[in-house]
């Protein structure tokens, strides 16, 4: 099956961006972080399970040595709306004294899930806490959060593929893209 064009049973209104599209933006992502973290180490943390197609290939595009870690976390909040109080489902592995920190995310919406990440992380006594994240809504430039490394800036629209789930569906979606409304009414 070819993914990139996914029609009938996968159901996707529309195509955003191609796996193609994503591969080239994770490549030119990756030379910017090889180049700031020259000759320091890394420890690319990412937020279950969202990230977890961004992590596999942003990983494999750094030409350089990294550490992967996770987290899972559970936003509070009534339906879709996040509240900003989260809780720990799985906490990393490692001790972030000193470690230069790249928080590895599938999507900004809110931006509070992240905040509240970062502010948490950031307790831990690292050397640097900066955030990368394939997909950045228009709502998360309002939160005080400065993100480094932003693959694409999308309008408010419910996007899945490449990690991203409806009803924990659709993760495994080379693309992204938008769900036809017939899947959701
Ligand atoms: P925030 O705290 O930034 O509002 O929440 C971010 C989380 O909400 C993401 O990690 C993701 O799980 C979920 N989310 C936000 N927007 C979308 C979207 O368009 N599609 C999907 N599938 N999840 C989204
Ligand atoms: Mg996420
Ligand atoms: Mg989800």
Redesign the pocket.
Known sequence: MDQNHVEGDLELDQTLYTEEQITTRLQELARQIEADYEGKDLLLVG?LK?AVMVMADLARSLERHVEMDWMAVS?YGSGTQ?S?VVRILKDLDTDLNGRHVLIV??????????SWLITNLRSRGPASVEIATLLR?PD?LQMDVEVRYVGFDIPN????GYG???NERYRNLRCIGTLSPHVYL
């Open positions: 937020v969202g936003s996040s900003g995310e599938d999507i900004i919406d809110t931006g509070l899930t992240l809504k998360a629209a419910f996007v899945v991203l789930d409806f």
